[in-house]
């Protein structure tokens, strides 16, 4: 199974007067080009996927979104607001038209696809409370034999000197770790938030983050791509496991 992975697309307004919208529509529609051609089963997109989540904005995603070929799941991350996302992309009918939280899974797959909303709204930092925690015990207890990769935007650990204290609470951030330790279906964890390439070990198998879609906004890429967008490309295996690409969508 053939996995895309965009994320931190910050997209502005198509009226913006910031330099900043075009080439963050651009960035975009160069991945989704490329996605196309790779072939890709499905695409997650990790949050932040607008700037500052108003309506114009989503408009403006959605009609950049409309190019890719294959489904598109994603989940917010702090710069969206759930009620505008919800409102501007109800074509997604995965996403929960009700509730707090825009948590959702995927069956459809070889790959069980678990995505966990991670915002508080108005916060910058990863919110893992208990009824997060309870709602994802539950759900991977539904499917034990079911390889599964799960998606949050935020990081749930520190990164030493680059991301320090990203969540509300360290105690969290531990709790979630304990969660997905004890559920070893779960092949990998795929964030977005910190714009930046980073794996480690975690929660008993391997997290890892990304650069931004977004090139302004990126962080720790080599100069010599200068305004290439990136964006990742996973083999999973039948048990869950990750072979994991970097595109550099050069012209
Ligand atoms: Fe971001």
Same mark, same amino acid.
């Given at each position: 199974m053939l996995i895309a992975q965009?994320?931190?697309?910050?997209?502005?307004?198509?009226?913006? @007067?910031?330099?900043?919208?075009?080439?963050?529509?651009? #960035?975009?529609? $160069?991945?989704?080009?490329?996605?196309?051609?790779? =072939?890709?089963d499905v695409v997650v +997109?990790? =949050? !932040?996927?607008?700037?500052? =989540?108003?309506?114009?904005?989503y408009a403006y995603l959605? @009609?950049? *979104? /409309?190019?890719l070929?294959?489904?598109? %799941?994603?989940?917010p991350g702090n710069r969206d607001r759930r009620d505008a996302l919800r409102d501007a992309l109800d074509h997604l009918s995965y996403l929960p038209r009700n509730g707090d939280h825009l948590h959702y899974v995927i069956e459809d797959y070889p790959v069980r696809l678990v995505a966990m909303d991670s915002v508080a709204e108005g916060e910058r930092k990863g #919110? %893992?409370?208990?009824?997060?925690? #309870?709602?994802?015990?539950?759900?991977? /207890?539904l499917a034990p034999d079911r390889?599964?990769?799960?998606?949050?935007?935020?990081?749930?650990? !520190?990164?030493?000197? &680059? %991301?320090?204290? =990203?969540? &509300? +609470?360290?105690?969290?951030? @531990? !709790?979630?770790?304990?969660?997905?330790?004890?559920?070893?279906?779960?092949?990998? *964890? *795929?964030?977005g938030h910190v714009h930046f390439l980073h794996r480690e070990p975690w929660g008993g198998t391997t997290a890892a983050t990304m650069p931004s879609v977004?090139?302004?906004? $990126?962080? @720790?890429?080599? #100069?010599?791509?200068? /305004?290439?967008?990136?964006y990742l490309l996973h083999v999973a295996s039948t048990d869950g496991g990750l072979?994991?690409?970097?595109?550099?969508?050069?012209?």
């Open positions: 965009i994320s931190d697309t910050h997209i502005l307004a198509r009226s913006s @007067e910031q330099a900043a919208s075009a080439s963050r529509a651009e #960035a975009l529609r $160069r991945c989704i080009a490329d996605i196309n051609r790779q =072939g890709v +997109h990790t =949050g !932040d996927t607008v700037h500052n =989540g108003t309506a114009d904005e959605r @009609e950049i *979104l /409309a190019d070929d294959a489904p598109l %799941f994603l989940i #919110a %893992f409370c208990a009824r997060r925690l #309870a709602w994802l015990e539950e759900t991977l /207890a390889p599964t990769i799960l998606f949050i935007h935020h990081p749930p650990f !520190d990164i030493a000197r &680059r %991301f320090v204290g =990203g969540y &509300r +609470h360290p105690r969290e951030a @531990e !709790d979630l770790a304990a969660v997905v330790n004890r559920h070893p279906q779960v092949g990998q *964890l *795929l964030c977004a090139v302004d906004l $990126r962080k @720790e890429v080599d #100069a010599a791509i200068e /305004a290439a967008p990136l072979v994991s690409h970097t595109r550099i969508v050069t012209p």
